[in-house]
């Protein structure tokens, strides 16, 4: 999608993908990944979420990639801190205690920065881009993470046809192929969730699942 979509949606409050507590499965299948607890971890289009101060209470230094300057504002103000800011060719971080929050374009983070990250976590991101989009930020931001990196990805599956995204429908065969050449993917879940969602079923979709993936840069 175009930034402004994104930016007009929080601008609207239409930000139903953001989550009022931290995501079970990203609780449960964590430590799945044996990251040690200074390992530095990437959220991907992290809007506000409560993730992020989890991950960071491991002990991981987070760094987040936000768009919208609204959800970067929210997301500390809820926490109730004063994150020091700083401007570089990433674009505006915002810190505080282990998180970095970027203010900015995912695709312009650097080599450089991604470099470091030892982990990534990615509940909304892939499932938030198109097609075209998702190889490209497969490819290039994902292409940026280190050898050795472990990730945890999380999507959803339902019938493309049922319903327009955000979110959208990733299958296994898309993740696989978006991510093989480069990384070794693990389906570790599968669940249906339809029964739990019923804006989905309000559009009219007859399926929906979603679908845990642990994956490691080769």
């Not at 987040?64 to 401007?87: D, I, K, M, Y």
């Amino acid at each position: 999608m175009e930034p402004g979509f994104w930016l007009q949606r929080w601008q609207e409050g239409r930000i139903g993908f953001h989550r009022d507590a931290v995501m079970p499965l990203l609780e449960r299948y964590w430590p799945t990944l044996e990251l040690p607890a200074d390992a530095a971890v990437f959220v991907p289009l992290a809007g506000k979420t409560l993730d992020m101060h989890w991950l960071a209470a491991l002990g991981h230094p987070v760094l987040g990639a936000e768009l919208s300057p609204l959800a970067v504002e929210a997301f500390f103000a809820e926490a109730g801190v004063v994150p020091q800011r700083e401007q570089d060719a990433d674009g505006v971080h915002h810190r505080s205690g282990r998180i970095d929050l970027v203010l900015g374009d995912v695709f312009a983070l650097s080599a450089a920065t991604l470099a470091s990250m030892r982990g990534v976590y990615d509940r909304a991101a892939l499932i938030a881009l198109p097609p075209d989009m998702r190889r490209r930020y497969a490819g290039e931001v994902y292409g940026r993470l280190p050898r050795g990196c472990r990730g945890l990805l999380i999507t959803l599956e339902y019938p493309q046809a049922e319903k327009d995204g955000p979110p959208f429908s990733v299958p296994e065969d898309e993740v696989r192929g978006l991510f093989a050449a480069h990384w070794d993917v693990e389906l570790l879940e599968r669940r249906d969730i339809l029964a739990s969602e019923p804006g989905f079923r309000a559009e009219g979709v007859t399926a929906l699942s979603t679908a845990v993936y642990r994956l490691l840069r080769r």
